[in-house]
């Protein structure tokens, strides 16, 4: 992937303040943060997301993940910390290089994740939820 930001980061090519890193992985501060204290970790074999990611390197990076969120709380002691990794372009991927975003939050900073207005207002009906869960469990990779 020469193209890849984050390859380019994994190579040396592209300077990074790194936080922590091992064989599989890296964790570096975001140049672009949200608060302070925002960290990206990623895989250093380029995936594109969640969906074709090997399952040993997604458990792996979930244990690097916890320890980057410690980490993170432990320094600069946060009202809260954000997660995210989004997959694909519809839910907002830019670098299309797997990647999970350590967010430090704090009460009334500018940056949330947030539900639309209204979302609570009406349950779902659990017939459909039950249908759709079924759906869900009897498609894809380990049906």
């Known amino acids: 992937m020469d193209e ?3 390859c380019k980061i994994v190579k040396g090519d592209i300077p990074a303040s790194v936080v922590f890193e ?3 992985s890296i964790a570096f ?3 672009f ?3 302070r204290g925002h960290c990206l970790l990623i895989p250093k ?3 594109v997301n969640i969906l074709d990611v090997d399952l040993e390197i997604l458990a ?3 244990k690097q993940l916890a320890k980057l969120v410690r980490k993170v709380n432990a320094t600069l002691k ?3 910390v954000l997660t995210a990794a989004a997959n694909g372009k519809g839910a907002g991927q830019e670098v299309f290089h797997l990647h999970f975003h350590v967010i430090p939050r704090n009460s009334g900073d500018a940056f949330g994740f947030k539900f639309p207005p209204g979302y609570r207002d009406e349950m779902a009906p659990r017939e459909e939820l039950d249908d759709l869960a079924k759906l869900i469990a009897n498609t894809g990779p380990d049906k």
């Open 4 to 6: 890849c930001l984050f």
């Open 78 to 80: 946060p009202d809260g």
């Open 60 to 62: 792996h990076l979930s």
């Open 45 to 47: 074999e380029h995936y």
């Open 33 to 35: 943060p949200v608060s």
């Open 29 to 31: 501060m975001d140049i």
């Open 22 to 24: 091992d064989e599989k």
